[in-house]
């Protein structure tokens, strides 16, 4: 079975401009860090013009769908029926984008399917990760 899935999504950038621009974006979780889900932003959609990662927990996703959380760099909340905000708060400024439910959804449906919820610390192997800490502390 795979350790990491990803999934294209379009992301639409909330902007002054009257005109939301479609940017594409990728999903990714990893069975190796179960908590986590990453969405990646190519160089070519990101102001520094250098591809942009953003690091946030399954379950903000999850919950965003259905209500609005996350009080930190990352925020998400539903918006009608087929679409969800979300926030990327960085020192530089604060990108929003919409996203289709849908593909949010069929997304955590396959992370669910490779690391059931409630199930991530049977993905953990803490001996390994304390000893790579204790190596590089040395």
């Known amino acids: 079975m795979s350790l990491v899935i990803e999934q294209a999504v379009e992301a639409r ?5 009257p005109r939301m621009a479609t940017i594409p974006a990728m999903l990714s979780y990893d069975r ?5 889900v ?16 953003w690091t946030f927990a399954r379950d903000l996703l999850a919950t965003g769908l259905a209500e609005a959380t996350g009080d930190g760099d990352v925020r998400v909340r539903p918006y009608g029926y087929d679409r969800t905000v979300m926030e990327f708060h960085a020192p530089e400024g604060t990108a929003i984008v919409h996203v289709r439910s849908g593909e949010l959804r069929r997304f955590l449906k396959r992370a669910t399917a490779l690391v059931p919820v409630g199930r ?12 790579e800490l204790m190596r590089d502390a040395c």
């Open 32 to 36: 190796r860090d179960p908590f986590a």
């Open 13 to 17: 950038l909330v902007a002054a401009a």
């Open 38 to 53: 990453r969405m990646t932003f190519p160089a070519p959609s990101t102001l520094e013009g250098v591809e942009v990662c």
């Open 120 to 131: 991530e610390h049977l993905q953990l192997d803490l001996d390994h990760d304390l000893a």
